[in-house]
């Protein structure tokens, strides 16, 4: 990417799009920032001109923020999505129209920079794409969100859970179980596609029925019969397969 990034900031509150405004234009990803004040008006700007993302409100008047995020999957070359909200529950359809991130209201520096920097591997991402074999071969690295909504036991609902502080998920036929520091929770997704997602982020399957957080790990413990049990920060002992020991092991001492 030769120059810093195009951002978009859409919010129908003047003091919270002035805050957003204010901490992109001072970030040294960010070459050039416009504002929008609803919905409307940021399709304007989007027929104008080229935007890397949109820092986009998800409750706005009349065109909500979620309503216009579904109506830039059908540009043919859509800028990314980072919503912001004051409501962490409101940011669950996030996931559905494929938002990059979510940003909860007041908006600190160091979330900012995290969101900044999924749009920046988008956008590498992106070109390397349009680059294809005749690329410089570069490997495209493009992150999800390190937040996962999950069914929420107390009043049915959703709740979003940073990856960070989950432990461990466990298979649960269709559904997998999430132990997290705040609690457990089921979430819709099978093991193995989990598997898939969470890979990039230090989780490992040590076995049929459990996908470990290696950084919540502190000990892997060998049995006698060639299997372990993998000791975690809150001395949760998950078994780990035979076949899966010495790569582990590996994984844990590089």
Partial sequence: MSSGLAILAV????????????????????ERVATATSAKEALVYLSGG?????????????????????LLRRFADPPAVVFLTGHPDAAVEAFEVQALDFLVKPVTRERLESALTRVEQHVRGAEAAKAGPTGDGAEATVTGPDVVAVDNPKGGGKRLVRLETISFAQANGDYARIVCDDGRFLLRTPLSQLEKDWGASGFARVHRAYLVNLKHAVELRAQLNGTAVLIMRDDTEIPVARRNVAALRRRLHA
């Fill in 11 to 30: 919010d129908d509150e003047p003091r919270a799009l002035t805050d957003i405004k204010r901490l992109l234009e001072t970030s040294a990803s960010v």
């Fill in 50 to 70: 080229r935007y890397d993302a949109l820092f986009l409100d998800v409750a706005m008047p009349e065109i909500e923020g979620m309503a216009l995020a579904r």
